[in-house]
C-alpha cells in the first residue's frame, strides 16, 4: 500500500537532531542505511525512513529525548525489531525514531507473583530464556521473536490466546513517556484494581501514537507439569470448526488450537514431509495440564473431534513427537512459500466471531476464484482469527492489486459479520481506512483520546487516528 | 465520610425536569422518597438525593434525556439497583438519575461463541436464570445481585476472578449513551482484535462519569461438567497465604479460593454451628472440570495444603455437601454482625501483589490493636484483595473515625507494597483522595480523559476525578 509522507520541514529537523545529537553523540544516528531499516516494518506496505534514529539506555534518556522533540513539535516514531505488519514504524511525517533495543533488561522477576517487569526492548525468547531455571514462562506467541515493548503496543498475541489471553489481558502495567516528556506509571502489581480509568488498557494497542513504553509488568505462568499435543484431519471446514467450537464450550482448557486449511495442509504435508496426512482442513491441538489431565483433555477433543468425522487423530505425551508434530505447523510459512517459489508472502487478519468463522473462511475462499491468487490459511480458530497468506510476485502489480483488492472485501465481510479489521496485527497505516466502518461514531473518541494525550500530534502521526 | 454537595441552581433544574416531565410523564420521578433511595448506596458515606429520576425503557430514551441535561449542563448520574459501596451514587451536584432498572432485557445469547448481550438492568442472578438452561453461566460473583450495567461501570469481580477474570476480562462490548447525547459502540463480538484503542477497557470501570451505558456483551462459559469442593484449616495466616500461591504457580485452575481469618471463622463457627472447625485462618476452594479433574485439582491442593500444615482439609464432590460447606462462606458477613448484636458493617477493599498478602493482613491486624474496633476479615486470595468489615455503632462517632483513620492507613499501607486503594468496589467518591498516591502523574491522564470525553462535567460529576 502506497501512502502519503510528507517530510519534516528541513531547518526543524537540522535544529532538532543539532540538540539531539551535542547531547547523545553517537547514540544519534544519521546514517542512511540505519535510517531505512527503520522506517521499514515485514509488510508490503511503502517503508518511511526517520530522519534520525536514538538508541537510548534509559527512560531519562526517552525522556529527555521526547521532550526536545515536543518543544519543537518533532514527530516521534517508537520502535523495537520491526517486526509489525501494517507500516506501524513508517515516519511519514519524519521525524525521530526511537529504537529501544538496547533497553533490553529483565528488571524484576517476582516468583511469588508470578509476574515480571522488563525494558521494552526484551524480545519474547529472550525472556523465555531468562526465565526457564524459575519454572516460569511468558506464553504470549506472535511467531516472530518481537519485543515485548512492540507486542504491547500493537495489543499482539498468536497461538495460545485461546488459553491465556492476548497483550490485553496480560500487561498488568506500564512505565511510559507521555508526549510531553514526562514519565508515569499506569497501573500496579495489584492483580485487579477498581482505582479509576484503565490507563494500561489504553496504552496497549496505542502503537506508539499515546506515548513511548519503557517499562512493561507482565503476568507468567508456571511452565505445565505436562503437555500433550495433537493432530486431527476433518472431511471439511465446517467439521473442524464445529470441534473447536464445541471443545470450548466443554470448557477444556486448550493451549493451542491451530487451524490449517486444505491449501496449507497439502503444503505442509509436501514440506514437511508428514506420512499418513492428506489433503485437508486440519486441527492442530496443544494441551497443558498435569499428566493426567493432558491425556484426558486429549482423549475429550478426541472424542468430539469423532462426533464430526474428524480422523487420523494421533495426541502424544513425549516431547519429540510433540515437536515433530508441531514443527510442521510452525513451518507453514516456509511451506506456504515453497506453493510458489520466488513468491513472497503478504499476510492478511480478520477476526470473527467463531460461529461465522466456518462461513468467512467459505466466502474468503469462494472469493479467491478468478483471482489467480494462491493464498493458504491458517488461523487462531479458538479465537475466530485467521490468516490468508498470499503468495504474490512483488514484481507484479496486478497482482498486488488483486491481492490488496481481496483483502480490503475479506476486511468489509470480517466487519459484517460483527467482526474486526485486525485480530492481532494492529492498524498502523494499513488498515485505517477500515476504523470508520469497524468503530462508527466511537472512532470519535479515539480521535479525542489522541488530541488529549498528544495535542500536538507527534507520536507516531498518521497512525490509528488522523489526528 | 461526609462531603461537600452542591445543589443545582433551582432555577435551571426546574426547567430542565419540566421539559423531561413533558416528555416522559410518569417515568420521570419527582418523589421525595424515591428521590432519596436514589441518592444512597449500601456504604456508610453520605447519601445525596438528585432532583429527579428517569427510568428509560430503551437506549433512545436514555439519549434523548441525555442530550437535554447536556443542552443545560445538568448533570446526570446513572443508577442501577444502588449496591455499590463507594457514594458512587450520591448526586452532588444535584441533577438527574437515570434509574435503568426498566432496561433487563437479555437481548441476545451466542451459545456458539460463549456470549451474550443484556440491557444494563439485568441483574447477575436473573442472567443466571435466564442462562440456566442453555449449559452456559455468567461466573463474575461480587455477593450483592447487582445489575451487569453497575458491575460493568464499577469493574467489579468477587470470589472466582482467580478463575475467570474480573469485568476487565469479560465485557466484549458496549453500547454507551456519550454525554453529548450520542450513541456509540465500543468493541465487537470478535474475542480480540486489535483496531484502535481499547474504549471498551476505558469504560469498564469508568463509574458513569464518560457515558451512560446502555448494552452489554458479555463472555460467558460452559456450566462445568462436574465440582469440588474444599475447606482447610491452617496454624497461621502465612501457611495459607503460601498454600494459595504454590496452588497458583502449580497452574492449578483453582474457580474460587476464599481467605477468612481467624475472627471470622470463630464467627462463622458460631453463627453457622460448623462441627470439627477451630478458631483459625481457613481457606475455602471451589474446582470446575470433568469429574476426574475436580478430583485431581482437591487431592494436588491437599497435598500442598499439608506442606504448609494445613489440618482437617475435607473435600467433597457432591452438590449437598459442597453446598453445606459454601454457605458458611456466604453467611460470613451475617456471622460477623452476630459477633456485636446491635453493629453494622463497613467494608473496606485493599488488593496488594499476592507476596504481600501476609505481611499486609498482619499489619492491618496489629494496627487494629488499640482501636476498641471488631473486625472480621475475608479475602479473593487467589488475587491478594481482602475485606476487613468493621462492626460499628452508626450512631458512635469516635469508633466511625477510629474506623475511617484505620481505613485510611490501611489503604496507603496496601498503595505502599504495590498495591490498590480498591480492588473490586470502585472509587465513587469515598476513595478520591488516594488516587494522587496510587497514581502519581498517571492522574492528570485521567483528568484528560475525563474533560476529552465530558468537557462540561455533567457526567455524575465529582466522582474518580475533579475536572
Known amino acids: 500500500m502506497r501512502v502519503d509522507a510528507r517530510p519534516s520541514d528541513p531547518e526543524l529537523r537540522d535544529r532538532v537532531l543539532g540538540v539531539l545529537k551535542q547531547r547523545f553523540g553517537d547514540r544519534l544516528s544519521l546514517s542512511a ?10 509488510s508490503y506496505h511503502q517503508a ?12 531519562a534518556e526517552v525522556a529527555e529525548a521526547v521532550a526536545v522533540c515536543a518543544e519543537h513539535r518533532f514527530p516521534v516514531v517508537p520502535f523495537g525489531v520491526g517486526t509489525s505488519l501494517e507500516g506501524h514504524v513508517a515516519a511519514l511525517r519524519g521525524g525521530l525514531c526511537i529504537d529501544l533495543s538496547a533497553m533490553d533488561q529483565v528488571l524484576a522477576v517476582n516468583a511469588e507473583d508470578l509476574d515480571v517487569t ?9 525472556l523465555n530464556e531468562y526465565l526457564r531455571d524459575t519454572g516460569l514462562f511468558f506464553p ?13 503496543a500493537t495489543r499482539a498475541s498468536g497461538t495460545n490466546a485461546v488459553r491465556y489471553g492476548t497483550m490485553r489481558e496480560n500487561v498488568l502495567s506500564l512505565e511510559v513517556v507521555m508526549p510531553d516528556g514526562r514519565v508515569v506509571r499506569t497501573g500496579r502489581r495489584a492483580r485487579k484494581s477498581s482505582a479509576g480509568y484503565d490507563l494500561t488498557r489504553l496504552l496497549v494497542g496505542s502503537e506508539g501514537t499515546l506515548g513511548v513504553i519503557t517499562e512493561i509488568t507482565l503476568k507468567v505462568y508456571g511452565i505445565p507439569e505436562a503437555i500433550s499435543s495433537a493432530v486431527c484431519q476433518f472431511p471439511d471446514l465446517d467439521s473442524a470448526v464445529s470441534t473447536t467450537i464445541l471443545t470450548t464450550q466443554s470448557g477444556i482448557p486448550v493451549a493451542r488450537m491451530e487451524l490449517l486449511d486444505a491449501t496449507q495442509m497439502g503444503a505442509c504435508v509436501s514440506y514437511s514431509k508428514l506420512e499418513g496426512y492428506e489433503v485437508r482442513p486440519t486441527l492442530f491441538f496443544e494441551f497443558h495440564g498435569t499428566e493426567a489431565s493432558v491425556v484426558e483433555q486429549a482423549e475429550s477433543v478426541q472424542a468430539i473431534a469423532e462426533e464430526f468425522g474428524g480422523s487420523a487423530f494421533r495426541w502424544t505425551t513425549r516431547a519429540e513427537d510433540r515437536n515433530r508434530l508441531w514443527q510442521a505447523r510452525h513451518d507453514a510459512y516456509y511451506a506456504a512459500l515453497a506453493l510458489r517459489p520466488g513468491s513472497q508472502g503478504w499476510t492478511t487478519d480478520v477476526c470473527v466471531p467463531v460461529s461465522r468463522l466456518a462461513e468467512c473462511i467459505a466466502r474468503t475462499r469462494e472469493d479467491l476464484e478468478g483471482t489467480g491468487l494462491i493464498a493458504p490459511l491458517v488461523g487462531h480458530v479458538g479465537d475466530g482469527n485467521f490468516h490468508l497468506v498470499y503468495l504474490v510476485d512483488p514484481e507484479n502489480q496486478d497482482e498486488l492489486d488483486q491481492a490488496q483488492a481481496h483483502s480490503d472485501r475479506m476486511v468489509e465481510r470480517a466487519i459484517g459479520m460483527g467482526g474486526t479489521c485486525t485480530g492481532e496485527h494492529g492498524v498502523g497505516y494499513g488498515k485505517m481506512k477500515f476504523l470508520e466502518a469497524e468503530h462508527g461514531a466511537a472512532l470519535s473518541l479515539m480521535v479525542a483520546v489522541k488530541r488529549a494525550f498528544d495535542p500536538d500530534n507527534i507520536m507516531n502521526p498518521g497512525k490509528i487516528v488522523q489526528a
Not at 522488563?118 to 529472550?126: A, E, I, L, N, S
Open 33 to 42: 542505511a540505519i535510517r531505512e531499516r527503520h522506517g521499514k516494518d515485514e
Open 118 to 126: 522488563v525494558q521494552p526492548g526484551v524480545t519474547r525468547k529472550q
Open 48 to 59: 518511511v525512513a526517520p530522519d534520525g534514529v536514538f538508541f537510548p539506555e534509559s527512560t
Open 140 to 152: 504470549i506467541d506472535p511467531g516472530a521473536n518481537a519485543t515485548i515493548g512492540g507486542m504491547t
